[in-house]
């Protein structure tokens, strides 16, 4: 038979009862073609298979041999036998494997079209296979090891898979690939074009590589498990976001966030480190599980959603670093509540917009020469963290050594010298006792030496005071600070010398050095009133309750501007060669 043309409508099919030979054309207009167990022999000719051509492949055959072969990108050949070879060397319009039995190759599959696997077994070999179509695997078997799937086509492509994929490449001109099931990766996931989960579960068991990004929305789902450095996330701009996120990495096991990522449902951390880099985590549903978040001096965590979210706890590799975040915004309604599971150092700003932090005495406000971090206005009741906070102040150090106003901003259980000295003093005149960490902490010098807590020096002169109102108007040395505690609400007048780490700043009468004081206790939360403040003409000290600046235009108002000047006086230690007092009107301030 030297040509044969199939030109059937619908599901029509042709079906082959016999050997033929010495065909010189087979063309598959439309309809199938189905060879059975029977073979065809050409003599110098062409394959061709139109659009809705099929070309069905019975027995052990593989695709005919010719000269030449023309297949539509829709066109089809179905491997539809037992135990077959897929022939590699030509380029298929779509590919199908639609019976039992091994089907084996040996080189890479080029598809102009689709893929599809719904019965026997896929042998895919240690290739890449290129896919220019959808992908589609609804049943049968496929033996993965050192097999890519490449979809490098245009436009849409949908993948749909009931097994495991071992590489899976999206490298496409155009458009996106999208997932219309829910897959599973075991190994690399290379994306060089966009990739949507749509509303779906993407398992990832081993790493993420390509600068592409991952389309999620408020029905997709993530699990990112295996073992060791996954890789990095990224999420496309107007999508990034998930439902759920789920982490299993075991063996120091980690993933990092390239982008911005909100996750509307549960934030899964079995195992391993979530990565948040320079970006903002956004949870509005709930965190369970003993992983760790890893956070940065650029990182941010945005909490929204009701009702009790769960435990935060952070990577505590590098202090001041890994378990660092520049800003936590909690808005948190229905009786919101989140916790904190261990230390947590906050680099800039809190804002506690609705719900309740609780601390766990795990959170700590940094300051450096360059920032201090502050907890923006929550509810005028207060209420809104709950537990422990160490706050710190950074002081640098003059020319001059001299006084500082200070207030610690948390009341204290702990004594003044388990804060401000960093609980050590020096016991013995000219023998110094460093901070147990270097750079915190002062010397604090007063009556009765380190009897009373004091740092000991020659003449135990005092260096701490606070202020008696009316009758008295007058500064009084503290007397011990190891029964003494810090009050939020109280300002003390401290003789600044450096930190602890040099004997020298409190044995003479000059050098300084920077240094900052910390202290932890409960925070001053809410709004303020003030009583039994002097009048006459008289003066008060008011100490600021509040671990952030506080704005004097904003307190000169109502009855305030009534009763008081429009000015304030406040110490400043850059005046004169110990300090001294400026006054300045409120629309200074």
Known sequence: IAQITNSKT???TTNLNKNISGVVDLTIESGTFSTGIFTITQDLGALTI???GILKIGGTNSVPTFNTYTINALGTVDYAGGIQTINTSITYGSIGISATGSKTLAGAITALGNFSLSAGTF???SFTHNIAGNFTISGGTFTNTGTTINLNGTGTQNISATVALNNLTINKASGVASLSSSITVSNILTLTSVLAINSNTLTLSGTIAGASTITGSSSSNLDISGVGVFGTLNFTSGARLLNN????RTSLGTATMGTDLAIGGVLTQTA??????????TLNGTATGSGTLRGSLTSNISVGGTGALGTFNFDQTTDGTSNALSNLTINRTSSGTLSIGNKLVLI???????GVLTTGGFLHL???ATNTARIAPGSSLGGYISGEVTVERYLSALVNRAYRLLAPTVTTIT???DNWQEGVNNTVVNTNVNSPLAGYGTHITGVGGSTNGFDATQNNGSSLFTYTTSPTDAWTAVTNTNINTLNANTGYLLFVRGNRDNINTINSTTGNSNTILRAKGTLTMGNQTLSNLSSNGNVSLIANPYASPISWNNIYTGTNATNFENYITIFDPNVGSRGGYITVNSSNI
């Not at 391993?272 to 985590?281: E, F, V, W």
């Open 10 to 12: 619908g599901s029509g």
């Open 123 to 125: 042998e895919g070999g």
């Open 50 to 52: 139109g659009e809705t």
């Open 415 to 417: 004594n003044i010298k």
């Open 348 to 354: 800039n700003v809190l804002t506690p917009t609705a």
């Open 366 to 368: 940094r300051s450096n």
């Open 245 to 248: 996120l789920t982490i299993n």
């Open 272 to 281: 391993g480190t979530l990565i948040i880099a320079s970006n903002t985590l």
